[in-house]
């Protein structure tokens, strides 16, 4: 996970108050490893696709202008005021972030039980199982957690 995704998500948590073994984690997963494949612009619906992109000159390197000018895409350099120059590329053709589409394929979901929180598992706990176990263990998880309250 990147840095930056990961201090997002920090951002939003609540801070647990009891410590990581207290806690038990329930996750349905889908790896990009396992559970994506590489894709065309026209199998996820890319916006630069269907609609083209466009990209202004300046502020972008010499080295980008020259990769944008000679990638075999088809584009118009267009001068719109001085100092305001854009290269528009035609709708139809792979976007400059092709390589990076994936689109899930056809597996199911992997339904994990560990013990801990995000902070981590201190028993080492994890286990795989099924969709109806995942929900069942949940659901009785859920069950236990309401009664601990309501006896306070």
């Not at 990076?100 to 394929?105: A, D, G, P, S, Y």
């Amino acid at each position: 996970m990147n840095e930056s995704f990961r201090q997002m998500n920090e951002s939003f948590r609540l801070q647990p108050q009891m410590q990581p073994g207290a806690y038990q984690t329930f996750q349905v997963v889908a790896p990009l490893s396992t559970h994506w494949a590489p894709a065309t612009c026209a199998e996820v619906d890319c916006p630069e696709y269907a609609n083209g992109w466009r990209l202004r000159v300046e502020g972008l390197t010499e080295q980008d202008i020259h990769v944008a000018t000679h990638c075999g895409r088809k584009y118009q350099r267009v001068s719109v005021a001085a100092g305001e120059t854009w290269l528009v590329f035609e709708a139809g053709q792979p976007c400059f972030k092709a390589s990076q589409h994936r689109k899930r394929i056809d597996r199911e979901e992997r339904y994990i039980i560990r013990g801990g929180d995000h902070r981590a598992n201190p028993g080492g706990e994890r286990r795989e199982t099924s969709a109806t176990g995942w929900l069942d263990d949940f659901g009785e998880h859920q069950d236990a957690l309401a009664e601990r309250l309501e006896r306070g």
